[in-house]
């Protein structure tokens, strides 16, 4: 083989009769050589789509080059050496273009197609070939499949490969599901119809029945509308007779409130009483007279507050020892106290006479002294000099201390303190005080101002409003009078305004009246009174009225509904003709039913025909395979397996086993599905895709027997990871061992 498939890119692989064992790491092509093998012969299929879980073959082998997918295979058949090539010319058809010549020839074989090459070669069809010979390590179990059981049911039975027990029960069930399947079919369908057609008559009949009963109601109901037409007909007429006697009256009402009207408006011109706005005004300026005053009131007390602030300023200025004094005097007077005239001067003046006496005493007594000398004047005089500086010194001193000392004792007797500093704090609280005390003065001029203006505006007002009161109520002198005379005034205004407006009243009354009131005519004399009101017959007219539409558009509606149903009679036929179809397709679901339980007989029976003879075979196999650990295998025809432990008559379900027995045990039934069902004379060959990963090493040492015996008729190809099964045939030259990697083959 020949392949640019997958991963592999031009790569060939040669295989020889027998048993070939291609040992090969994951991931260097195994199981895309027994797929490119599968597709050689099969083709691909180009309609399979990826779905969840699944890749389709065209795209999971698509070649990782790029290149176009196409391949080559030389094969030895019954029909001779064949060169079978499969290339891809348009991309959504891989590998559509087929060939099949003689092999060194160009000679295409005569009848073998794209389509049928498989099942020509090998004698089967592709399903029976991937569920038998195909045998993949994740695909060891078997399933059911509609070729492989025609296939079995051949070889057991007829001989004929066009039955299938799954296709015909599936037939049956689909037509058994077409006459009913649950609720759905076309039974059910009909039973349905019926069921409807059933309830339409029903209701047919109960509408007509409703029709008959509604029609009467609303006979009953235009009776009573118009009995109660008729009383309210009456009512109309001593309505009428009761507006005609009302009209006179209001006519009368309305004269006699507008005489009175009349009446009120001239005592009011007789009397000058004014207008409601001068009325209004007045009282109002009144009201604001009383704002006014408690505003004058307030401004006495303020101003009486103020004078009592000013008296207090003033005694406090008057308590100060700066009285009398302005502001700037005491702060002068303060900061320099004054020099008494009453200090003491007779001791400074002895001073100075017992100086210049002793000045003179002391001049001529060192002139003598110095009587002999040159220099005896000078000396004089500057002892005469010194003697009268001391003297005018201590002169000084004592006149600075009897100033101070009469500074301090006039201080004293004034201030009471001799402190500077306390006296120019006097000063300037005195300060302080008189500018509060003009302060207070101010407060009390404007304040008084403001209490005199407001007086003025009070009485000026009150005379005003005394005088324009005088004109229509010469009695009135003082304010509180005045009042009482503006209320007296109000009250007769609002006595017209009364008088006025039921006048008005009475007036629209009337007119109103005269609007409804009946036509003239010949009033009718003792029209006599309704039973009932008014109110209460036309509540109950409104309610017959409307029982009358509501049983009117009821009659109509079953009416509608009486016609939309149908003639009775044409349902009663269409009831009929389904009731003889529904008749008719129970009798086919019947004979169906019966078809189905010949067949599930005769499918047990062929099951009975089948099981054993697979079963014993893939026995012998699976006990060779576990060194004779199980003695019996046995099957269903949906292949559920069970196997039998020596020893133990128990069978086990295959879900029990462990996963390398369990292997085995599929691959013993495998290998008997390929003895009963692939076509002896066809040789096809076994593929194996690491089949043998789980057995251990004793049980795949009983497996590589095994094949080694059935690779005497047929090709076995065992494709492994393991170098255990070529270690294994070492030096055996009827096994063709050969080790693949991604560079070459090694053989």
């Known amino acids: 083989m020949t392949a640019t498939f997958g991963k592999l890119q031009g790569r060939s692989l040669e295989l020889g009769d027998g048993l070939n064992i ?36 065209k795209n999971r082998f698509a070649p990782w080059s790029g290149a176009a997918m196409s391949g080559r295979m030389d094969c030895g058949t019954e029909l001779g050496e064949l060169t079978l090539t499969r290339a891809t010319r348009r991309q959504t058809s891989p590998m559509g273009e087929f060939s099949a010549v003689y092999a060194g020839t160009n000679e295409p074989v005569p009848g073998l197609t794209g389509a049928a090459c498989g099942e020509t070669l090998l004698g089967i069809s592709r399903e029976v070939f991937e569920r038998s010979a195909f045998i993949r390590q994740n695909n060891l179990p078997i399933s059911q499949d509609a070729e492989l059981e025609r296939r079995i049911a051949a070889l057991i039975s007829s001989g004929e490969e066009g039955t299938s027990y799954t296709e015909a029960a599936d037939a049956l069930k689909k037509q058994l599901n077409r006459r009913r399947h649950n609720r759905t079919g076309q039974l059910p369908a009909l039973e349905t119809e019926l069921a409807e057609l059933d309830r339409q008559l029903s209701e047919s009949n109960s509408l007509a029945r409703q029709l008959v009963q509604a029609r009467s109601e609303v006979e009953a109901l235009s009776r009573r509308a118009e009995i109660l037409q008729a009383e309210l007909t009456d009512c109309d007429r001593w309505e009428a007779a009761q507006r005609r006697q009302a009209l006179s009256g209001a006519a009368s009402a309305a004269e006699q409130a507008e005489v009175r009207a009349a009446q009120v408006q001239e005592r009011l011109q007789q009397d000058q009483i004014p207008e409601n706005e001068t009325i209004a005004r007045l009282r109002g300026a009144i009201v604001n007279l009383e704002t006014t005053r408690r505003a004058v009131d307030k401004a006495r007390s303020e101003r009486d507050e103020a004078m009592k602030a000013l008296l207090r300023a003033e005694a406090a200025v008057n308590e100060s020892p700066f009285a009398g004094q302005s502001p700037e005097q005491a702060q002068r007077e303060g900061s320099t106290p004054p020099v008494p005239a009453n200090w003491r ?26 009587s002999g000398s040159s220099w005896q004047k000078p000396a004089a005089i500057g002892v005469l000099l010194a003697v009268l500086c001391v003297t005018c010194l201590l002169a000084g001193r004592l006149r600075r201390r009897a100033i101070k000392g009469a500074q301090d004792a006039a201080l004293l007797k004034r201030f009471g303190t001799a402190d500077p500093d306390a006296v120019r704090t006097m000063a300037e ?12 003065q101010a407060s009390v001029n404007a304040k008084s101002a403001a209490a005199d203006t407001l007086y003025s505006s009070l009485s000026s007002n009150e005379q005003g409003i005394l005088l324009e009161v005088r004109r229509f109520a010469p009695d009135a002198f003082d304010i509180p009078t005045a009042d009482q005379l503006l209320r007296a005034c109000a009250v007769r205004r609002k006595e017209l305004a009364e008088a006025e407006t039921a006048a008005r009243e009475a007036r629209m009354r009337y007119e109103l009246q005269v609007q409804q009131a009946p036509a003239p005519g010949t009033p009718e004399a003792d029209v006599p009174a309704p039973v009932r009101s008014r109110e209460a017959i036309s509540t109950e007219l409104d309610r017959v009225r409307a029982a009358l539409a509501e049983a009117r558009s009821s009659a109509d509606r079953l009416d509608g509904q009486l016609h939309a149903a149908g003639d009775p009679a044409v349902l009663r036929a269409s009831a009929e003709d389904l009731a003889a179809r529904k008749e008719r397709l129970e009798t086919e679901y019947s004979a169906l039913r019966l078809a189905m339980e010949a067949l599930e007989g005769a499918n047990t029976a062929l099951q009975n025909r089948f099981s054993p003879a697979l079963g014993r075979r893939a026995a012998e196999i699976f006990s060779r395979l576990t ?11 949906s292949f559920r397996l069970s196997a039998e432990p020596v020893g133990d008559p128990v069978f086990r379900d295959a879900a029990l086993l462990s996963a390398g027995a369990l292997d085995q045990l599929y691959l013993a039934v495998r290998l008997a599905i390929c003895e009963l069902v692939l076509p002896p004379e066809k040789q096809v060959p076994i593929v194996l895709d690491d089949a043998l990963a789980n057995f251990d090493d004793s049980r795949c040492a009983a497996a590589l027997q095994f094949l080694k015996e059935a690779a005497g008729n047929r090709q076995i190809l065992l494709f ?18 050969q080790r693949l990697t991604d560079a070459a083959v090694e053989v």
């Open 345 to 370: 001067k007779g001791p400074g003046i002895l001073l100075i006479v017992l100086g210049i006496i002793a000045a003179f005493a002391l001049f001529y007594g060192t002139g003598v002294a110095l």
């Open 429 to 440: 609280t005195y300060a302080s005080l008189c500018e509060a005390r003009d302060a207070a």
């Open 22 to 57: 291609i040992e090969a790491p994951n991931e260097t092509g195994k199981s895309t050589w027994c797929a490119f093998l599968l597709s050689i012969l099969y083709g691909v299929n180009s309609r399979e789509r990826d779905r969840a879980g699944f890749i389709a073959d």
């Open 627 to 637: 060194d004779n650990r199980y003695a019996g295998v046995v099957l269903d025809r």
């Open 720 to 737: 492994t990871c393991h170098s255990r099964e070529g270690e294994f045939f070492a030096g055996d030259r009827e096994v063709f061992v």
